[in-house]
């Protein structure tokens, strides 16, 4: 795959910068055309993503988190998120749907369970105390223009 566009940007773990987040993938992907169903799941995915390391890698903390979005030759987009927090200790049960590790259980722990549905790839890497890494991949169909 040849890539064709690239952005990155950080911005600090704070819930008001998911709709940032969300937001910015979805204007970097708008040369696509996507269509509306794909833009939303894309934008969905990266919410939930967001969210996953604004409520579990840093705590009670601000950290950073990282977005790089890559744009490859026949409509495949990569997004990997990233941050630099507490990392997920088992990967597998975390991706388990209504497994959640937030105090309380106010969280549905459905948050890899979106990602999935709405992307046709999702790959985690985590490392304790070294932050984790979740990499969106979507192919979008690319639609003729007849104007």
Same mark, same amino acid.
């Given at each position: 795959?040849?890539?064709?566009? &690239? /952005?990155?940007?950080?911005?600090?773990?704070?819930?008001?910068?998911?709709?940032?987040?969300?937001?910015?993938?979805?204007?970097?992907?708008?040369?696509?055309?996507?269509?509306?169903?794909?833009?939303?799941?894309?934008?969905?995915?990266?919410?939930?993503? /967001?969210?996953?390391?604004? /409520?579990?890698?840093?705590g009670d903390t601000i950290?950073?988190?990282?977005?790089?979005?890559?744009?490859?030759?026949?409509?495949?987009?990569?997004?990997?998120?990233?941050?630099?927090?507490c990392g997920i200790e088992?990967?597998?049960?975390?991706?388990?749907?209504?497994?959640?590790?937030?105090?309380?259980? &106010?969280?549905?722990?459905?948050?890899?369970?979106?990602?999935?549905?709405?992307?046709?790839?999702?790959? /985690?890497?985590?490392?304790?105390?070294a932050g984790t890494t979740?990499?969106?991949?979507?192919?979008?169909?690319?639609?003729?223009?007849?104007?």
């Open positions: 795959m040849k890539l064709q566009n &690239e /952005v990155s940007f950080t911005f600090d773990s704070k819930s008001s910068n998911e709709a940032f987040a969300r937001s910015a993938v979805g204007a970097f992907i708008l040369g696509l055309d996507p269509t509306v169903g794909e833009l939303n799941d894309i934008r969905t995915a990266v919410s939930e993503a /967001v969210t996953n390391c604004v /409520v579990h890698a840093y950290g950073k988190i990282y977005i790089n979005v890559k744009i490859f030759e026949g409509g495949t987009v990569t997004i990997k998120i990233r941050d630099k927090g088992n990967i597998d049960k975390a991706m388990e749907p209504l497994f959640t590790t937030a105090p309380g259980n &106010e969280r549905a722990g459905l948050g890899f369970a979106v990602m999935q549905s709405f992307t046709d790839n999702v790959k /985690v890497r985590s490392k304790p105390n979740v990499t969106l991949t979507k192919k979008l169909s690319l639609r003729v223009n007849n104007a």
